[in-house]
């Protein structure tokens, strides 16, 4: 990776709840050399770890709507971003269309 796409992928997280989505795209829709560069296992082992992160649990029937945006207290927030099986089945269940458009490509 350029000094530049490497400072770029390491911006993707820190932001949890869009790290999924961000890092798919920047393999699907950027340089080919990027995908060249997952040919290293040390590359390889990060994008696995940030996939496949199981993030905060949750109960499967909790419910809780933002009432305020943007959240100030931080442990709400992160309870308010868990899931019940992990951020990856999160963005299958929720917003497929740019997952399936990154595999796709």
Known sequence: LTPADSERFLQFFTV????????????????????????????QLIVDAALFEPGMWKP?????????IPVVDEDKLQHLLSTPLGTLFNEIAKSPDVLVNCIVK
């Not at 699907?28 to 290293?40: F, I, Q, Y």
């Open 16 to 43: 949890p709840y869009l790290r999924i989505p961000l890092i798919l795209d920047f393999f699907a829709n950027g340089d080919p050399g990027r995908l060249v560069a997952l040919k290293t296992k040390s590359l």
């Open 60 to 68: 499967s029937d909790f419910f809780e709507q933002v009432a305020e």
